[in-house]
């Protein structure tokens, strides 16, 4: 057996072998361990697609097995099947491809590559939908934790995870490699969730149910999943590919119901705000487009950024100096010096009529900075030279089509998946739907997202998703610092730290979907255990940052400060740190009404208001009425105190009555 395979495999790859083939064009795109890793599951899709039409599962499944070990030797019979599959792509071949690991089989494999990690196996699991909810169908999951169930009433953090699957497969028992490595480098619940697939169900209905789990798990304080319930359960949102997406427009959503006085749960105003957000090579933009625009570009260009994105630059760079290899293009450090989204004169051409002018210098970052395309082109010239012109230009195209040959995700998968999930009976606009396209979100939802932690390969076709979201949540980030700092909320020494609010890694070499197949990418158990370390830096980072609020607020408790009816806490944790001033009258009992402190701060609060509300009883025995004044400005409410204090002078009395 062994001696036929070998003379199988010599046979075929007989030019390879003395050299004498063509090299493989996408062998160099790829480091030398993802492409033997897409050469394996290229052979895998290959063989599952040829026995998905035999109707007996057991004959399906071990037909599968034997054409893939086929097409592992024929690589390129495998290419050539695979290349006419993605020409007519159903969601059947999807599925088949999708599902593949959870065949027997295959499932046998994976285990026995897999490090024992868990001692409990994962744990299905049924989420209520919230009263407010226009569904009522309950939501599927399942639970990996370390531990016994009785041992869940000890933990106060969750990680919620929306696995991908291209909106129409895949379920979390498909992602187990790396829920079972979060559930053992973390020790905490991970709960993923089994979403409704499209097209049965689609856009936006696994999105609403995504949106009712977190509000589940906020107002049952994590009862629904075994916690004990005494306090609001800490979240983490991760999502991958399509989960990514999805898990993005749940942040969005979660951040338009704080607008919405309907949204509420027990006591609470609004939802929280999950601690954090991990996408791992999201697909943000559903508007598949060819080219980059002159705002997206100066995403990716931002000086503050350019090191990390150098890769995606150069990258777009090849794709026009590709089609002219003989003509002379820029250096490396020309394209850092200029932009390419301007296109300034040339600088080195001098006439003979304007010898005496001296050579003009390479103008600055800054200046550069306040050059227009239009009066750029206004200034250009049309100068002869001997010299061959440099080709310069100012297009660029997307990630997806610089990737169009990818061997993990094609566009006409991306096509088929975005025309399922969509659905025969939604047009959506593509331009300003961003629940759709997270990376439509206007800059004000934007500035309010919690740490964001991104993780893509540099080769993936969605890389522009990734790096052009990013910089927008950097920017929105920074305008909002700026203008906090020009109010007077910030400290003048403060300076803004990115890493606080968005960290970005590319993996150079690889493309998309590598936490998948890590039984035959070992690598991806580092990018795991990377991903790991994130939510656990991101729970302990808030948690210090809780506590410092929580010092600060104690210490600002006190006679004085409760005379000044406000409070100015420096941190970016507080949700009220900009709304107007706000005085709470007392009710008849004497308690104040106030529901942005602390319980230990609100119970503090209602002893000295009750003290107050006493002495300010008059003759006719009764408080003060029970409402909440909302007041435009510090001095308003200065006046009023003031009127107040000089009423008794002036002979009117509180209520408005002259005294005698």
């Known amino acids: 057996m062994v001696i036929t395979l070998l003379w199988l495999y010599i046979s075929r790859n007989f030019a390879k072998i003395v050299g004498l083939e063509s090299p493989e064009p996408l062998a160099n795109l790829y480091t030398r361990s993802y492409f033997r890793a897409t050469w394996v599951t290229t052979a895998l899709d290959a063989g599952f697609w040829t026995a998905m039409k035999i109707r007996t599962k057991w004959l399906r499944d071990l037909a599968s ?144 149910e995504c949106y009712d789990v977190y509000h589940t798990l906020i107002a049952s304080r994590g009862r629904c999943i075994g916690l004990s319930g005494a306090s609001i359960p800490r979240i983490i949102i991760t999502g991958d590919s399509a989960g990514g997406n999805i898990a993005t427009g749940t942040i969005l959503m979660i951040l338009q119901s704080a607008a919405n006085d309907s949204q509420r749960y027990g006591d609470q105003e609004v ?12 697909g943000l933009d ?53 932009s390419p989204t301007i296109a300034p004169r040339d600088r080195s051409i001098v006439t003979a009529n304007d010898k005496s002018t001296p050579p003009l210098k390479p103008p600055t970052d800054a200046e550069l900075d306040l050059l227009t395309p239009g009066t750029l082109a206004n200034q250009s010239t049309s100068l002869a030279s001997s010299k061959p012109k440099v080709l310069k230009t100012r297009l ?17 998968m991306m096509r088929a998946m975005i025309i399922l999930y969509v659905g025969p009976h939604t047009r959506p606009d593509f331009s300003t739907d961003y629940l759709l396209s997270p990376l439509l979100a206007p800059e004000p939802l934007l500035a309010r997202f919690p740490k964001i932690c991104f993780l893509t390969g540099e080769r993936d076709p969605l890389v522009d998703d990734t790096v ?16 906090r700092k020009e109010l007077g909320l910030l400290k003048s020494k403060d300076t803004f730290d990115e890493k606080e609010h968005v960290e970005v890694t590319l993996i150079p070499g690889i493309s998309h979907g590598f936490l998948q197949f890590v039984s035959v990418f070992p690598e991806g158990w580092n990018h795991i255990y990377r991903v790991a370390r994130w ?126």
């Open 65 to 208: 097995i034997v054409f893939t070990f086929y097409y592992l030797i024929a690589a390129e019979q495998a290419d050539e099947k695979v290349r006419k599959v993605r020409g007519l792509l159903t969601v059947d071949h999807l599925r088949v491809s999708w599902h593949k690991s959870t065949t027997p089989y295959l499932s046998f494999f994976t285990n026995a590559m897999r490090p024992k990690l868990t001692r409990y196996p994962p744990r299905a699991i049924r989420i209520p939908r919230p009263a407010s909810s226009s569904y009522h169908e309950v939501v599927n999951g399942w639970l990996y934790f370390d531990g016994p169930l009785s041992a869940l009433k000890n933990h106060t953090k969750i990680v919620l995870d929306v696995p991908g699957g291209g909106f129409v497969a895949m379920n979390p028992r498909h992602h187990e490699d790396k829920l079972l490595g979060w559930a053992a480098k973390l020790e905490l619940p991970v709960l993923s969730l089994d979403y409704k697939k499209a097209p049965e169900y689609p856009y936006p209905y696994a999105l609403n």
């Open 396 to 412: 660029a195209m997307s990630s997806m089509i610089s990737y169009f040959n990818d061997r993990i995700l094609t566009p006409e």
């Open 271 to 282: 939802l929280p705000t999950p601690e954090g957000l991990v996408l791992i090579y999201p």
């Open 535 to 660: 939510i656990d830096e991101i729970f302990s980072d808030q948690e210090g940052r809780a506590n410092t609020s929580e010092v600060m607020h104690e210490g600002m408790v006190g006679d004085k400060y409760h005379e000044r009816h406000h409070r100015r806490v420096p941190t970016e944790s507080s949700g009220d740190e900009d709304r107007p001033l706000e005085m709470s009258k007392i009710s008849d009992n004497g308690e104040a009404r106030e529901s942005y402190f602390s319980h230990t701060h609100r119970r503090r609060q209602q002893g000295s208001m009750k003290a107050r509300g006493k002495s300010r009883r008059g003759e006719n025995g009764h408080a003060r009425e029970k409402s909440m004044v909302s007041l435009a400005s510090e001095e308003d409410l200065l006046g009023r105190r003031m009127k107040g204090l000089a009423g008794g002078l002036m002979g009117t009395g509180r209520d408005g009555t002259e005294t005698p």
């Open 468 to 483: 052009i979201f990013a910089g927008r949540i950097r920017q929105a980030k920074h305008n909002l610092f700026v203008q």
């Open 286 to 338: 559903m508007n598949i487009g060819n080219w980059m625009s002159d705002e997206q570009m100066s995403l990716i260009q931002d000086r503050r950024t350019r090191k990390r994105n150098k890769n995606i630059l150069r990258r777009k760079s090849e794709d026009y100096y590709k089609l002219t290899p003989d003509t002379p293009h820029p250096s490396d450090d020309e394209d850092r010096t200029l």
